[in-house]
């Protein structure tokens, strides 16, 4: 049973451009939550989706948007990109209206702005 | 502003000996917290939970407790093992809120 799967798995960008990054839930999973770590940090809330739609978001700009898919998987977008947008972006899934709750893991994608 | 503090950014323990993780929160709007594990290269994988109605809570090698009045909670790993090392986030949120609150992590290094 195939976990948290998140592509890219590593990706180089310049300043101002734009970025898509994607994950599929765990099996059985509905809700998808977006982390940003820094390094030397913890995970940072983004936002949550559920339902297709955006349930909560964390102290993060209009920059970051996502969406789910009717299959579940969702994407992270950020625009115009800063050097302070790099991180690792983890994606999480869990089930239900819970899903801040026990939350399953990707490995990350892992963002460089150059 | 930090809500979850982990002020020991590393712990060196002997193989066998006891670790224990420790974690201090503000907001006392939390009332559940957990613990996650993360090897390098990996996502962070949940290891043991607790609701704020309870002040321990045990699951093998793993105990969590909590002093509330205290916002503070610790992990004990009893015995450690070479596969413990690792980094440790204790996490926390509430029921209003979809989102976990994470510390920066304790990187747990078991010594043999």
């Known amino acids: 049973d195939a976990g948290v799967t998140q592509s890219p798995t590593h990706l180089i960008k310049t300043r101002g451009q734009q970025v898509t990054l994607r994950c599929s839930p765990k099996?059985?999973?509905?809700?998808v939550s977006w982390y940003q770590q820094a390094l030397g940090q913890g995970p940072q809330f983004i936002f949550q989706?559920?339902?297709?739609?955006?349930?909560q978001r964390g102290n993060f700009p209009d920059r970051f948007s996502g969406h789910q898919f009717p299959n579940y998987s969702s994407e992270l977008n950020v625009n115009a990109l800063l050097l302070g947008d790099s991180a690792l972006y983890l994606c999480?899934?869990?089930?239900?209206?819970?899903?801040?709750?026990?939350?399953?893991f990707g490995a990350g994608s892992r963002l460089t702005v150059l | 502003d930090q809500q979850v503090k982990q002020n020991s950014p590393s712990l060196s323990v002997q193989e066998g000996r006891i670790s224990i993780l420790n974690c201090d929160y503000t907001?006392?709007?939390?009332?559940?917290f957990l613990w996650y594990k993360k090897y390098p290269a990996e996502g962070p994988t949940f290891l043991i939970s607790i609701s704020s109605i309870k002040d321990k809570n045990e699951d093998g090698r793993f105990t969590v407790f909590l002093n509330k009045s205290a916002k503070h909670l610790s992990l004990h790993i009893v015995p450690s093992q070479p596969g413990d090392s690792a980094v440790y986030f204790c996490a926390a949120g509430w029921g209003g809120a979809d989102g976990l609150t994470f510390g920066k992590g304790t990187h747990l290094i078991i010594q043999p």
């Open positions: 907001n006392s709007m939390f009332d559940y």
């Open positions: 989706y559920y339902e297709e739609e955006e349930r």
């Open positions: 099996s059985g999973h509905d809700t």
């Open positions: 999480a899934s869990g089930q239900g209206n819970s899903g801040a709750n026990v939350l399953t």
